[in-house]
């Protein structure tokens, strides 16, 4: 039976928008047709994600959301829970098993911090987007969390944004709009670094694996996914996009130059990482 345990503890407002914006699907199923290319980086990162998760007893995930990848790993573990800060998260996760008739999972409110499980329960742990959303002051606790609950042969596989990818497109979608500001009489903003309107702090790679090594990891695996140019906050980029989806060729013109670009590591704004306890086997 699903069960779907509420505490008060709820999300900023953005998730309530979030939330009605998808209709109970998964999230990123609710874009647009023309945005099919931003829903892009979510299923490469699932995709990536599948590749590393080994099949086990008990799974969680850390910032469920909707529980895209709980259902996911619903055939691949005898049991899945997830766990999010947000209520209406929370809700809409569980009903969504329900309505898929996935089987049994288990989602609870509750933050990153203070995991409410046992020592050792979960095989595998992961934390998909959400460490950019915890306070930077915060993070070691967090990770310091999931290694408690974490099983001595377990693993945790964590994925966050770059902060010199996602600066660097930050930068070429503000250059490429100027003229458009300029026209409509709107600030510049060549050298800010656009974020969504709820705490999100990124980080660098370097930083990634301190964090990880002072919370007791011990990375085996790290790798780069996802394309799309300036994906918090779109200046040019969005609007080229909508005129392009409009015409047959253009729109074809414009999946194979994203195609092409997503092949180019360099360009990949998420970083993936595979880690387990220390004492075991390094990168």
């Known amino acids: 039976m699903n069960t779907c345990t509420i505490a008060a503890v709820s999300g900023p407002p953005e998730y309530r928008k979030k939330v009605a914006a998808a209709q109970g699907k998964w999230w990123y199923e609710r874009y647009d047709d023309w945005q099919s290319l931003y829903a892009r980086l979510v299923l490469d990162r699932n995709d ?12 969680l995930d850390i910032g469920c959301g ?4 709980l259902y996911l790993q619903s055939d691949r573990f005898s049991s ?23 089987g049994p999972v288990d ?5 990153a911090e203070k995991l409410p ?7 595998t742990v992961t934390m998909l987007d959400v460490y950019e959303h915890i306070d930077p002051a915060h993070r ?31 930068i070429v979608d503000n250059v490429l709009s100027a003229p458009i500001r300029l026209l409509r009489r709107r600030p510049q903003r060549f050298w800010k670094f656009l974020t969504k309107s709820f705490t999100e702090e990124f980080c660098t790679k370097a930083e990634l694996l301190a964090d ?19 994906p918090e906050t779109m200046g040019l980029t969005g609007s080229w996009l909508r005129l392009c989806w409009q015409s047959a060729p253009l729109r074809w013109i414009t999946q194979a130059v994203f195609h092409c670009l997503r092949s180019v590591a360099i360009w990949r704004q998420k970083m993936v990482i595979r880690c387990v306890p220390s004492g075991r086997k390094k990168l």
């Not at 209520?87 to 898929?100: D, G, T």
């Not at 499980?117 to 095989?123: E, I, P, Q, T, V």
């Not at 990880?212 to 300036?230: E, I």
């Open 117 to 123: 499980w046992d020592d050792g329960f979960f095989n």
């Open 107 to 111: 989602v609870r409110c509750g933050s």
């Open 212 to 230: 990880l090594n002072r919370s007791g990891f011990d990375v085996t695996d790290f790798s780069r996914v996802g394309f799309y140019p300036a």
């Open 80 to 102: 899945v829970h997830g766990v999010d800060p947000a209520s209406v998260m929370v809700e809409q996760a569980a009903q969504n098993f329900v309505i898929r008739d996935a």
């Open 140 to 170: 070691e606790i967090a990770l310091k969390e999931a290694r408690r609950v974490l099983s001595p042969c377990g693993e945790l596989i964590l994925v966050t944004p770059s902060r010199h990818v996602l600066r660097f497109w930050n």
């Open 66 to 69: 909707f529980g895209d990848m």
């Open 48 to 59: 990536r994600v599948q590749q590393l998760v080994s099949e086990g007893e008990r799974f």
